[in-house]
């Protein structure tokens, strides 16, 4: 039970007194004898003794027309439909008579009349003590005096789609009745004075459930909207009572005679007598005691606080309509209770009593202010804590208006080092909400090193990423740069940041074996780059790993943890050439990287052949033991195909490797080369074995060596012998050209050539003569010739 002594008052409505514009701005005037009333639609309905229903307008303008012909008693207008259902009487006696009317449309100028039954299903008389109408149209519920509830189901604007039943019957008369639609079902909420009873109308039975034996006067029940769960409200002097369709709610202690109960927007609005009341008997009487006041208050359950309270005399009712209530009374005038927008009930709070924001907070959401203006009095109220002194409630309030207020604000309340945990609660909560920049990481972070709170720090940065987010790269600098080497590192290899994994691995840690490791399980892409970058700085500290996994990358990589991506099963190999220069103070594992790749890819690129090829001359000059080996070793690469003839030539004579320049000299049929290389080396047996076995290919090979030997002031009458042998039997030079060539050496005597003369003469001398005795041949069988055709002819 809530006891409302100690609720707060304000005054959240401004009272007004409704003015008729037409009129000079006088009061105005409500028709004479209000005998029922209600209001929807855009209109409030009255009903006057007189049975003429009025429909008072926005602008004050009144029309009317006549509905029984002697009284209404009842009016209900239904808030989603232009269906308003009356009952009044059209003759003397306890007849009442139900009437459903549309007012959208006419007959002859009036409502159109769609319905009219009586209200008393039997013969019984009896008074309507109540009536209420299901928006969904499909239920009307009457109480009457003598304790029973009729209930129509069906269509209610029609005689024919609908029937009638007695729900309920009873000694005590029915005070008070509600629909409750939740989802699709149906209860009807019944009050009379002694009890409230609920009936669930979507069973077929229409079972009943007794809820409470305190009942309530006429007209003090109402039912809440939905945002408080259609709540059944059953005001009794002493309490007032919340009832769902099961069981009773809540209590709250509202002391007084209750006259009136109404639900609107989240208020509850109570009417009571400032005298005591006479006993709950006289159910019926709304006569009042011209020295008695009325006292109307308007009350914020959910806030738990008094929004109005003010007293009128003799109040009929209290209606809402157009956002606003408008109080009847009964010497004719009408007033307006304005409701004051939400800033100006938050000001009115903070102006009546000190510190009033848990209040203020809840007024304003049950108000629906918007998140800007929530979150401004969660900054008052963070302001007020913080000057306080309460600098953890403070934060709390402050971390509210995330979203909305410009974090630096709270930021630099909370620098000093004396506050770094609260600082370090606001700032997590930016990060949980996504809201976090590179600074608010960096100064987190730096809040936790600060702490020494290991433990936080790890929660932290091992949190999955649906809790917090912030910039992983600018949190593993800050945690490098603080000496958390392996909370960076944690970072680092869980958001797959592998720069920064390896950087820190290598120089900071020295882990050469472990990034090695790391580099070994990435995709292909990555395992290439971070090769080219710290292959190097590997290969310097952890030459056979590095070499082991080169061989990998420029072949089959598959990384070697299966968790890591796999993409780099499409990929590939790298470029192995790429890599030689990480070997570069590595020669042993260059040259068993490039014969693996040989042996694997024989087709190479040419920049591993020739790498490889200059290892291995290296290696055959500076190598005596196995020369031979390595000169085969060296030759075999020259015989691949996949060397590059310029470039091995090169190779070869830097290293002065003589037989590889001959087999490339011989490759390239630069068979004057191979004569020149073995002049230059004044090696003249290899200069004549050469045109003996290129002089074919090339003849001018023998007029060189001739030539080249000519030149030559040593003793080389046998080689010149060998020469013109050769040149006289292939009559390769002319005789004086030969002569004239020799005649450069001091040491070529006549002897020389004096075998090479006389074989050159005694050779011209026999072709002359076979040509001579050709030429006598061809002359004699001419004439032989010529005297077969003058023989012929002179036949």
């Known amino acids: 039970m809530a006891a409302f002594l100690q609720w707060r008052r304000f005054v959240f409505f401004d009272k007004e007194t409704v003015k008729d514009a037409g009129d000079n701005g006088k009061n105005f005037v409500l028709p004479v004898g209000i005998s029922a009333c209600d209001s929807g639609r855009g209109h409030i309905v009255l009903g006057d003794i007189l049975s003429v229903i009025w429909f008072l307008t926005r602008s004050l303008q009144l029309s009317s027309f006549q509905a029984y012909k002697l009284r209404v008693t009842h009016l209900y207008q239904l808030k989603q439909h232009s269906i308003l259902v009356t009952v009044g009487q059209d003759e003397q006696g306890i007849n009442p008579l139900v009437k459903v009317w549309n007012p959208d449309k006419r007959d002859s100028g009036n409502p159109l009349c769609t319905r009219i039954f009586p209200a008393i299903p039997g013969n019984k008389p009896t008074e309507v003590s109540c009536l209420s109408v299901h928006e969904n149209l499909n239920f009307m519920a009457i109480g009457f005096t003598d304790g029973s509830v009729v209930l129509t189901k069906g269509d209610i604007t029609r005689d024919r789609h609908s029937k009638t039943l007695t729900l309920h019957e009873g000694t005590c008369p029915i005070t008070g009745l509600a629909f409750r639609q939740q989802s699709k079902v149906t209860h009807l909420f019944v009050a009379t004075l002694e009890k409230v009873h609920c009936y669930t109308l979507s069973v077929k039975e229409y079972p009943k459930l007794e809820l409470d034996t305190h009942g309530c006067a006429l007209r003090c029940s109402a039912l809440t909207d939905p945002s408080q769960d259609s709540q059944f409200i059953v005001a009794g002097d002493e309490c007032v009572y919340l009832y769902q369709p099961d069981e009773r709610g809540p209590c709250f202690a509202f002391d007084g005679h209750k006259l009136l109960a109404h639900w609107h927007r989240g208020y509850l609005l109570l009417l009571t007598r400032d005298t005591k009341s006479p006993n709950k008997s006289e159910f019926g009487s709304r006569e009042t005691s011209p020295s008695e006041k009325q006292i109307l208050t308007i009350y914020d359950l959910d806030n738990k606080f008094i929004a109005y309270s003010a007293s009128f005399d003799d109040i009929i009712d209290v209606l809402a309509e157009w956002g606003s209530f408008y109080i009847l009374t009964r010497d004719g005038k009408m007033f307006v209770l304005q409701e004051k927008d939400t800033q100006t009930k938050l000001e009115v709070s903070f102006r009546s009593q000190k510190n009033l924001f848990v209040m203020a907070i809840n007024l304003a959401k049950s108000q629906h202010l918007d998140s800007d203006g929530l979150s401004e009095i969660f900054r008052q109220y963070g302001d007020h804590l913080y000057v306080k002194g309460d600098h953890d409630g403070a934060i709390q309030q402050y971390i509210r208006t995330i979203r909305k207020l410009e974090p630096s604000y709270v930021i630099r309340k909370f620098l000093d080092a004396q506050r770094i945990h609260n600082l370090t609660a606001y700032l997590q909560a930016l990060h949980r909400q996504s809201l976090a920049n590179a600074d608010h990481t960096t100064l987190l972070l730096n809040c936790y090193t600060k702490l020494k709170d290991s433990s936080k720090l790890e929660e932290f940065i091992k949190s999955s990423e649906s809790e917090v987010h912030f ?58 780059s971070n090769m080219k970058r710290y292959g190097k700085t ?258």
Not at 496 to 523: F, M, S, V
Not at 637 to 648: G, Q
Not at 699 to 718: H, I, M, N, P
């Open 471 to 528: 910039d992983v790269e600018i949190a593993i600098k800050v945690l490098r740069q603080a000496g958390y080497h392996s909370h960076a590192v944690f970072l680092a290899e869980r958001h797959q940041h592998h720069k920064w994994y390896l950087k820190i691995q290598l120089e900071d840690l020295k882990n050469y074996q472990e990034a090695l490791r790391y580099i070994g399980r990435l995709p292909f892409d990555q395992a290439e």
């Open 538 to 795: 590997l290969m310097h500290h952890v030459p056979d790993g590095t070499t082991l996994l080169l061989k990998g990358l420029c072949t089959d990589y598959q990384p070697s943890r299966d968790a890591m991506e796999r993409e780099s099963l499409d990929r590939g190999p790298a470029n192995s050439e790429e890599f030689i220069s990480v070997f570069a103070n590595n020669p042993r594992e260059l040259r068993a990287f490039l014969e693996h790749m040989i042996e694997v890819e024989p087709f190479s690129s040419q920049g591993v052949y020739d790498t490889l090829l200059e290892l291995r001359l290296q290696d055959w000059a500076h190598e005596q033991d196995s020369e031979k080996v390595l000169q085969g070793a060296a030759l075999s690469l020259l015989r691949s195909d996949n060397t590059v003839f310029d470039k091995a030539l090169v190779l070869c004579q830097m290293h002065n490797f003589k037989e590889g320049v001959l087999y490339l000299y011989e490759k390239g049929k630069l068979y004057q080369q191979i004569m020149h290389y073995h002049m230059q080396n004044e090696e003249y047996g290899k200069v004549v074995e050469a045109c003996k076995r290129y002089g074919d290919q090339e003849v001018c090979l023998w007029e060189q060596a001739l030539g080249y030997f000519a030149r030559k002031e040593e003793d080389c009458k046998a080689y010149i012998s060998q020469v013109l042998e050769h040149i006289d039997q292939n009559n390769l030079m002319p005789p004086l050209l030969v002569v004239q060539t020799l005649a450069h050496n001091s040491t070529a005597t006549l002897s020389v050539i004096k075998d090479y003369l006389i074989n050159k003469l005694q050779r011209e001398s026999q072709q002359i003569e076979d040509d001579e005795r050709k030429i006598r041949q061809y002359r004699e069988e001419t004439a032989h010739l010529r005297a077969e055709i003058q023989e012929l002819r002179s036949r």
